[in-house]
């Protein structure tokens, strides 16, 4: 089992800039995908980035051009590097792996957009 911890949310203004991270307690190299996923309230959980391990990346089409996922094998680490952020980025967002049919995710870590 792996366990993952984010960081990095906080309180930014419309067009400003945060880098979320996800440490894991093992090595990311054996986990077939990682991502973040965000939840606003009273909205389902939905996909915001995942990279492979390959590398191959993916992104919500709301986030295109924004934000970019990237990892630190050594660190076992997975980043999100979110610019130009809008108020309607306001969630939570967690990290997630997945490994074959398993899914474990962290606790999660606020982001609040002010216009």
């Known amino acids: 089992q792996v366990e993952l911890v984010e960081s990095g949310g906080g309180l930014v203004q419309s067009g400003g800039s945060l880098r979320l991270s996800c440490a894991a307690s093992r090595s990311i190299f054996i986990i077939n995908t990682m991502g973040w996923y965000c939840q606003a309230p009273g909205k389902e959980r939905e996909l915001v980035a995942t990279i492979t391990t390959g590398g191959s990346t993916n992104y919500a089409d709301s986030v295109k051009g924004r934000f970019t996922i990237s990892r630190d094998i050594v660190k076992n680490t997975v980043y999100l590097q979110m610019n130009s952020l809008k108020p309607e980025d306001t969630a939570v967002y967690y990290c997630?792996?997945?490994?074959?049919?398993?899914?474990?995710w962290g606790q999660g870590t606020q982001v609040t957009v002010s216009s």
């Open positions: 997630n792996a997945l490994m074959g049919s398993r899914s474990v």
